[in-house]
């Protein structure tokens, strides 16, 4: 009994030696554990952590995952490691293999004697495919990332801070890159206002305190601050972009700091015009010596001195420019990355809004009616042309203010959202209001579109503010989102305006001396409503600015529509006379200036936000009028016979392309009762007409033809539009004979090959128009082997690369397409060879 | 199926407002280059409106311009009457300001507009005359306002104490002094020259002006007056106490109010009923002031309808 016990202590004894001896030790990841299918140099970093009290001697590491076997064993050797020390492995990912979940077993070990120590760790390592072609849907705040996904978003806002928890931060994108959402960080200005006030004359900050943007050390602080952000996340794909300062030129005024005193002298030779002190000008009628008859001197002191201010005099469209410029010049070269701004058109009428931020956006609240978005938009594309290839995107407000749409609870047939939520300042946009808005806004060339109030689109969160009244609205846009951008949103991208044959000028020189005259970007100026009415008419108003003017844009437009135009400057006036010499037709209001004899003259309008349905009626009735007298003169694009179907073209090569919106509503049972939104949208039917010579049209988000049938001077077809829903109508001179994919016999997994898809017309011809396919890779079984994909096929001819898996459990896949104008289908089999 | 669609066409051929003469209407329009054709459209006042107007600006191209312009001010097109008047306005001839005259009594409130801003460039005696006529007579005050050709300038009210921002400490009033009635004394301006005339400045001559009570002045000897009418008054304020801002205080203003305090403009009212003024840079202390208030009546009871008052705040 006494030997056998001794014998266990010994035992003991020497198992914890051993252990003494043996140490500890632990693997962690740092970093990421989510990359992009085909991502260069994608690595995992683990490191081998010494948490025992002596020195670790060199040791191995092997890295295995399940599902690669033989195509992904890692080996590498471990120096000694000191104690409470770490040594950092990096780890190359392999990502030439299927989308999916790979759990990574890690195994460290040391020969620490007679009980060698090892050290195991395991986590799961995310392929996911990339989307290059998307359109980008943007959520204006931050949400659950499943539930956007479902819906569709494919971005968001997710401030970074490289100050603290940066481990955690990255955890966070790699969740928003395993769900397929961008993160946008927010760049804010933070406390520095304070610290840097725009001031007045007296040296005083302003009533409402702004920042002064001109102040060279605000402008480093901030640029430094969105260069950290990029430097500690920058090599993370998931932050896909920034958005940068938002609502902040509300408040802007001119500062008298010093900063923009010097930088007016210097773009002008002479000191800021002394009868400055806000961010607007006196009205016209109390400027003294201000010409009678209102067309203006170009160099008018005040005129000069307000263009400056609003371009770049305070200090900050350049101040955006910089912070982009901040994040872009610390990430790696070549990196996908945009940053934007908005609301950019909340100013006057004058290029330059955003600086040189990447892309440009502005939001709209789409009641009493929706044509709000149509009108918005097209200001945002006026805003656009200063700087082509600037992206555009347009936000819908998926908030609506309680006080506007459904004020008060002293109302009969309360709907129940009311009796829930009597208190609720902001509610859910009305479905069909957001399915119309869809269509108006993306019958635009955007580059992409937003929705902000996350908590009343999608599910309520701690916002005191946002409540969710109506859980159709997001339903409606995963709807959309499915059916029409993820197939159509490379399409719709692409297809470019049309140079404008009607346009609407909007004045600089009127914004300033007669600003209420001027929308800025509310959409609900006099200008605006009848850029309205012109939609109804079946008109395709575009909005110029003088800029515009200058330059040249002139040149084509047909019509031009002169609505408040209380003050011009002289080059404009002279170039709006030669136009009319030259057989342009002008419709001008009582405001215009002396001086221009409109062709047609128009009496502005007054909204009656009580009466949302006579207002419509009348605004419809002022469309046919100015239709009427137009008539014989200019002929529009295209016709229906329901002034409630709205029609906008663009075109590309021989094809048109045809956006139809159903803009027929009625007061429904969601806010309806009050009276101030018809938010109900009612089925419409009409026959669209053509006059050109149109052989085929195609539906594109049915994919199959449209029946044609001759119309006046070209064709008619008949459309029927469901409440609030659009359609995309390609319009081609010749129809669409035969669609072949092309790619080779065999193909060496993992190394990429070329393939290529034709379509030509009926004559064998390539099809000279931007057609939108749908490509998907399926095996033997014809099971999904990658996500599809949905390139444009442009004059009849488009090139394309892939790389097949290394892991395919396959030796035959299928390259398969399908037109998405006419419906057709075409494929190709090709032999899979393991590397 | 065939004919339905036939019948379509038909039926948006109608409603799409192609009208049959359409295309001629453009071709006609194209071919207004020649004077007899522009002559012809613009003398049939049935012809279409916009191949009138074009054949209009045509014709101020040639050299018949000016005798076009002058026949044009009796056409029943009011912007082709402005375009008459805006043309006329360069042209130097008596003629052209005999007929300028003649459209400064338009119907159309617009050209007469015009009319008086071209005519007020013409140094002549007939256009001065006219002018005054106008001033006179005319119902709209923005055409009188250009006849007389003195607008009021405002540069906007100074900003009150309570409405810094950052002032961060309580606002309490010390003092108020209540505006004499008994040395009130109004005057209307039927014309609104009184600007011009100097009724705002400190030592003006009022001895002639009517004394007034506060209170709509058609209940005091001014029963259909509608026009601007003039209030002046004197009071004294006491030696000075401390202080931080002064402010006048007007509680209910019948119209639109500007405010003179010993002939310096210190403020005005677009309508409200209310008005408060920081005066404390103008306001005199231990000694005489004088204030000069405009007011623009309106609709209803015009004027001063309530006491002023003179406030001190701390």
């Known amino acids: 009994m006494k030997r056998n016990f001794g014998y266990a202590l010994l035992a003991a004894l020497v198992v914890h030696a051993a252990l003494l001896c043996a140490g500890e030790a632990r693997i962690e990841l740092k970093g990421r554990s989510v990359f992009y299918r085909l991502e260069p ?41 000191s104690a409470g020390g770490g040594h950092r492995v990096e780890v190359p990912v392999p990502v030439v293999v299927q989308p999916g979940g790979y759990l990574f077993s890690v195994e460290a070990n ?9 050290a195991r760790y395991r986590k799961t390592v995310s392929i996911v495919e990339k989307n290059d072609e998307a359109m980008p849907v943007v959520m204006w705040g931050t949400g659950k990332l499943t539930e956007l996904k479902r819906i569709g978003f494919t971005h968001q806002l997710y401030s970074l801070n490289p100050a603290s928890g940066v481990e955690r931060q990255i955890q966070g994108l790699d969740a928003h890159l395993r769900y397929g959402i961008g993160a946008l960080d927010r760049a804010g200005i933070g406390p520095l206002t304070r610290q840097y006030p725009r001031l007045d004359r007296n040296g005083v900050s302003y009533a409402r305190p702004n920042l002064d943007a001109a102040n060279p050390e605000a402008v480093a602080i901030l640029r430094a601050k969105a260069g950290k952000v990029a430097e500690c996340f920058g090599s993370h794909p998931a932050f896909a972009g920034a958005m940068i300062h938002t609502e ?39 400027i003294p010596g201000l010409p009678d008859f209102r067309v203006v001197p170009d160099h008018h002191p005040l005129l000069t001195y307000y263009r400056w201010f609003w371009k770049i005099g305070d200090g900050w469209n350049p101040l955006h420019g910089s912070v982009s410029r901040g994040y872009h010049d610390a990430l790696p070269a070549g990196r996908g990355f945009w940053s934007f701004h908005d609301p950019v058109v909340r100013v006057p009428p004058v290029w330059g809004g955003g600086g040189e931020v990447d892309a440009i956006s502005h939001w709209t609240y789409s009641y009493p009616d929706p044509l709000k978005m149509g009108q918005v938009t097209d200001e945002l594309l006026a805003m656009g042309d200063g700087r082509p290839g600037q992206m555009l995107m347009k936000m819908t407000q998926a908030i609506w203010y309680r006080s506007q749409v459904a004020p008060g609870n002293d109302i009969a047939d309360k709907p129940q959202w009311a009796v829930d939520k009597p208190d609720a300042p902001f509610i859910s946009i009305a479905p069909d209001n957001l399915r119309e808005a869809f269509w108006l806004k993306i019958a635009r060339r955007l580059d992409g579109i937003m929705y902000h109030g996350y908590p009343s689109l999608v599910e309520e969160t701690s916002h005191k503010s946002y409540f969710l009244t109506n859980t159709e609205s997001r339903e409606v846009l995963a709807e959309l989102v499915r059916d029409v951008i993820v197939p159509l949103g490379a399409l719709l991208k692409t297809i470019p305006e049309p140079p404008p044959r009607m346009a609407i000028l909007e004045s600089f020189a009127t914004s300033i001396f007669a600003p209420k005259q001027h929308s800025f970007g509310w959409g609900g100026s006099w200008s605006a409503l009848l850029h309205q009415a012109l939609q109804w008419a079946h008109y395709q108003p575009a909005i110029l600015y003088e800029e515009h003017i200058r330059r040249g844009d002139l040149d084509n437009v047909e019509v031009l529509i002169l609505a408040g135009c209380e003050v011009l400057p002289q080059s404009t006036f002279d170039t709006i006379r030669k136009f009319q010499e030259r057989g342009g037709i002008v419709v001008g209001d009582e405001f215009l200036v002396p001086g221009i004899l409109p062709d047609i003259s128009v009496r502005s309008f007054s909204y009656d936000y009580s009466r949302p349905d006579r207002s419509k009626e009348q605004l419809q009735k002022l469309g046919m009028e100015i239709r009427r007298q137009l008539e014989p003169f200019f002929t529009s694009s295209a016709s229906a ?28 049972d969601y806010v309806g009762q009050w009276g101030k939104v018809m938010e109900k949208g009612l089925p419409c039917r009409g026959a669209v007409s053509v006059p050109k010579p149109v052989q085929a049209a195609y539906d594109l988000v049915k994919h199959c033809p449209v029946p044609l049938s001759p119309g006046p001077n070209g064709v008619m077809f008949e459309l029927e539009l469901a ?79 892939m790389t097949l898996s290394v892991n395919l459990k396959t030796d035959k896949v299928r390259l398969n397409v399908r037109c998405l104008a006419s419906g057709r289908t075409a494929s190709c089999d090709i032999a899979a060879v393991s590397p | 199926m065939k004919i339905y669609h036939y019948l379509l066409s038909a039926a948006t051929l109608i409603l799409s407002g192609v009208y049959a003469h359409g295309g001629d209407l453009a071709e006609q329009r194209q071919r207004l280059r020649e004077l ?11 012809e279409n409106p916009v191949l009138r107007r074009t054949a209009f600006r045509q014709i101020l191209k040639t050299r018949e311009a000016e005798p076009a312009a002058i026949r044009a001010l009796g056409d029943r097109d009011e912007e082709i009457r402005k375009a008459a008047v805006y043309l006329l306005r360069s042209r130097p001839s008596s003629a052209a300001e005999e007929a300028l005259i003649r459209a400064g009594g338009d119907e159309n409130a617009e050209v007469r507009y015009l009319a008086v801003l071209s005519l007020r460039e013409r140094p002549s005696s007939e256009s001065r005359n006219f002018l ?25 009210n100074r900003r009150l104490l309570r409405d810094d921002p950052f002032w961060d400490y309580d606002i309490v009033k010390v003092g108020a002094l209540p505006i004499p009635e008994s040395t009130l004394k109004f005057q209307t301006d039927p014309i609104a020259d009184g600007q011009s005339k100097g009724y705002q400045e400190a030592g003006f001559n009022d001895s002639a002006w009517k004394p007034i009570k506060f209170g709509a002045w058609q209940g005091q000897g001014y029963p259909e007056y509608r026009g601007t009418g003039w209030y002046r008054v004197r009071f004294d304020m006491a030696a000075k106490t401390e202080h931080n801002a002064v402010e006048l205080f007007l509680p209910e203003v019948g119209g639109s109010a500007w405010v003179w305090l010993n002939g310096v403009f210190v403020g005005e009212s677009k309508g409200e009923r209310t008005v408060r003024l920081d005066v404390t840079a103008e306001i005199n202390w231990n000694g005489a002031n004088e204030l000069a208030v405009r007011v623009d009546g309106n609709d209803g009871p015009g004027g001063l309808l309530k006491p002023l008052t003179i406030e001190i705040f701390k």
């Open chain 1, 110 to 118: 040391w020969n620490t004697g007679s009980d060698p120590l090892v």
């Open chain 1, 248 to 286: 902040v030129r509300d408040k802007t005024n001119p500062s008298f700091s010093g900063f923009e005193q010097e930088a007016y002298r210097k773009f002008s030779g002479v000191e800021v015009p002394t009868e400055v002190n806000s961010r607007w000008s006196l009205g016209y009628q109390s």
């Open chain 2, 132 to 156: 005054k006529t106008v001033a006179a007579r005319e119902s709209d005050p923005r055409i009188r306002k250009a006849a007389l050709g003195t607008p009021i300038l405002s540069t906007g």
């Open chain 1, 641 to 668: 016979d329901t002034q409630d179907m709205i029609l906008r073209m663009r075109s590309y090569g021989t094809a048109d392309y045809l956006f139809a919106i159903n803009d027929r509503r009625t007061f429904g």
């Open chain 1, 41 to 81: 140099e994608a690595k995992i970093i683990l490191e081998v952590v010494n948490s025992g009290k002596t020195e670790l001697p060199a040791g191995t590491m092997t890295v295995s995952a399940d599902g690669l076997g033989s195509l992904f064993p890692f080996h590498a050797r471990l120096p000694p490691i």
């Open chain 2, 36 to 46: 007899p054709a522009m002559q012809s459209a613009l003398d049939r006042p049935e």
């Open chain 1, 723 to 801: 409440p609030g829903d659009g359609k995309l109508i390609m319009l081609a001179a010749k129809p669409i004979g035969s669609l072949l994919i092309d790619a080779p016999g065999t193909v060496t997994a993992g190394k990429e090959f070329h393939y290529s898809i034709r379509i030509t017309d009926t004559d064998g011809q390539p099809f000279a128009a931007l057609v939108p396919v749908e490509l998907t890779l399926t095996d033997r079984q014809g099971r999904k082997l990658l996500a599809e994909r949905f390139p444009v096929v442009k004059d009849g001819i488009f090139e394309g690369r």
